[in-house]
């Protein structure tokens, strides 16, 4: 039992030794990267080891060593902070670790020649950065510390991008092959949220204003929202299909077909309104009375209150129901391509039937992207408002 | 709460039976329905989806639900009690934040990237859904252990129980309400992430609907929309009943 007494009282942050462990497995006994000479062929694996040249090469690793320190040094700000950076540069540089070794096993090799990440890549990035996470947590950072730490490792990788240092790695030469392709599957992709977003808001937020009022309204509207919810979406897009086809044989010249962006946005708008309806409403249900009845007692107008003190104090919970619906459109819009709307998903699905897996990484990740970034935005939204909302008196920020 | 707890019971009763007797005659019956579609499509060669049994179908489709949820209900649920002991506290934000934040990632992109590291078939269709639902459950369990009043947990001490007679006979039945709330989203999902599994090499109720999308088959797409459709109401007004029991047993 007492055996080692040193190593506990040593010990100061468990979740960075697992977190380091994972690194060390990874770096001992999983592939960075593999690499094959063309995209049918397997790979063959490439340690992590075999990828570090140079000076600069174990440069990049230095953010490593942080890491399996933090175990077992004492917890102080300085170090939290520190570890942060660490793990965001922990993940940065094997970024470009892996962008400068392909671009090495690119010179003596041909065109078709393929290298991509594996599974040691991940592991080791994912452990850096929920170090990090951890951490921030740790230091007790706010919405807006974190949201920059995020963005300047996501700066640190947008760089490497843009600078073309990770161009011979196989997704990004999936997406040389077809930059005009993806550049307006992603227009695509936003305008097919955006343009759910419209009917949505126009019919969701007076559905939300009227269930406030009227009870009945929310009796009626809630459970029928609740069964849309509840489809899968690959069926409510099949369902729409048909319907729509034979509305649009019976109107020639409408426009209007089973498949495509129409049924997409339509199936969409349906999904998008329940957590509207209900945040609009349950928002505009947490405006304290006390704080109606003082403004009408100030002389305020009905139409006054309600733009100066309902819309305020509800605003929070209407931006959480809209960072929902636009998180869940994200995702809903990369299934629509199975019903011809384009988009990201066109590329990922594409990939999938075609079983050319870089393909499926240039859609997947970039729906993963919009959708954290979207999550993101709105998530600095909701802390202004409800920053605004927490100065008023008598109420403090949830 | 008494006074109103009538109409909706009624509501759900019929919902639930209806959707029932509805997904067992469209799973039976979807066969003799042949002369309605080849009426409906008239220009269809084939207008019912054969190639698999639509019974068969529905079980494998019900099958990776329910093994991917049973597995993230079992990992998420130890989860989500380590962290709420006090030996794993220190685990506790990491695995929030990871629950949180895993959940802005949109199912079928995960299941997509399962590909490229598991490739195709059943398995990664079932590593994705497993890990999808792990979210759900580990952040209503945290949440739900979390929500068990201090002074009940106190009394229990008071009264000589064990940490583990305590786990079982007071949070967890204390906390099943919301634990179950948590079961119900990720299964949810995973009946709709499981139909679109079927452009990953898994059988399930998504198969007509895709082979339909990409032959033009619209009868194929209405078969396989209809029943999974079905499936996700039948499924959903079920946990509806059990969530009503739950409260009504935790409340007693």
């Known amino acids: 039992m007492t055996s080692r007494p040193t190593l506990h009282t040593s010990l100061h942050n468990r979740v960075a030794l697992l977190m380091a462990l994972a690194v060390a497995v990874a770096a001992m006994a999983l592939p960075f990267l593999g690499f094959a000479p063309n995209r049918l062929l397997s790979g063959r694996p490439v340690s992590l080891w075999a990828a570090v040249q140079g000076l600069d090469g174990v440069a990049a690793l230095i953010p490593g060593l942080v890491l399996l320190a933090t175990p077992f040094l004492r917890q102080t700000r300085i170090w939290l902070g520190l570890t942060i950076a660490a793990g965001g540069l922990f993940a940065a540089g094997l970024a470009w670790l892996a962008g400068a070794h392909a671009a090495t096993l690119a010179q003596g090799a041909s065109a078709a020649a393929r290298t991509s990440f594996a599974s040691g890549f991940w592991v080791m990035a994912a452990a850096g950065l929920l170090t990090a996470v951890d951490a921030a947590r740790r230091l007790g950072l706010g919405a807006v510390g974190r949201m920059t730490a995020g963005g300047a490792v996501a700066g640190l990788v947008a760089l490497q991008l843009a600078s073309g240092h990770l161009d011979a790695l196989s997704i990004l030469k999936e997406y040389a092959n077809r930059r005009e392709v993806f550049a307006d599957a992603v227009l695509r992709h936003a305008t097919l949220v955006a343009a759910a977003l419209v009917p949505t808001l126009l019919v969701g937020v007076p559905l939300g204003i009227a269930a406030h009022r009227v009870q009945a309204v929310g009796r009626a509207v809630f459970p029928l929202l609740n069964v849309v919810q509840t489809v899968p979406s690959i069926a409510l897009f099949g369902l729409l299909m048909a319907p729509l086809a034979a509305l649009g044989a019976m109107l020639p010249g409408s426009g209007i077909s089973g498949v495509g962006p129409l049924p997409a946005v339509i199936a969409l708008t349906l999904y998008s309104l329940l957590p509207i309806v209900r945040n609009t409403a349950v928002g505009l249900d947490g405006v304290p009375a006390p704080v109606r009845e003082a403004a009408r007692g100030m002389g305020l107008t009905p139409r006054q209150i309600f733009l100066r003190v309902d819309l305020p104090l509800a605003l929070p919970v209407f931006l959480s129901g809209l960072r929902i619906t636009v998180v869940q459109a994200v995702g809903l819009a990369a299934v629509a391509a199975l019903i011809g709307a384009g988009g990201l998903g066109a590329i990922m699905f594409q990939g999938l039937f075609a079983n050319a897996l870089d393909l499926v990484l240039l859609g997947a990740v970039p729906v993963i992207l919009l959708a954290v970034a979207a999550d993101a935005l709105l998530s600095i939204g909701i802390a202004a408002a409800t920053h605004r909302v927490g100065v008023l008196p008598g109420r403090s920020a949830p | ?252």
């Open chain 2, 1 to 252: 709460m008494t006074g109103t707890g009538m109409a909706p019971r009624e509501f759900l009763t019929d919902r639930l039976m209806l959707g029932l007797v509805a997904l067992v005659a469209l799973v039976l019956g979807m066969p003799s329905l042949k002369p309605l579609f080849a009426t409906l499509f008239p220009r269809l060669d084939r207008p019912l989806y054969e190639a698999e049994s639509f019974v068969r179908l529905t079980l494998d489709h019900m099958a990776l639900v329910g093994l991917s949820s049973l597995a993230a209900i079992l990992l998420g649920g130890s989860a989500g009690i380590a962290v709420t002991r006090p030996w794993g506290r220190e685990f506790r934000g990491l695995l929030e934040t990871v629950a949180t934040m895993g959940q802005t990632f949109p199912p079928v992109a995960v299941l997509a990237l399962a590909v490229p590291v598991m490739g195709f078939g059943p398995e990664p269709a079932l590593i994705a859904l497993t890990l999808y639902a792990l979210l759900p459950v580990v952040e209503n369990m945290v949440a739900g252990l979390d929500g068990v009043p201090a002074p009940v947990l106190d009394a229990a001490h008071g009264l000589g129980m064990g940490s583990a007679e305590i786990l079982f006979r007071v949070e967890l039945p204390l906390a099943a309400p919301v634990i179950l709330a948590g079961v119900r989203t990720a299964v949810i999902i995973n009946v709709g992430t499981a139909a679109i599994a079927s452009t990953v090499g898994a059988k399930t109720l998504g198969l007509p609907i895709i082979v339909g999308l990409n032959g033009s088959n619209q009868a194929y797409v209405i078969q396989g929309a209809l029943i999974v459709a079905a499936l996700a109401v039948v499924i959903d007004a079920g946990f509806d009943r059990l969530a009503g029991w739950l409260t009504r047993w935790s409340q007693r």
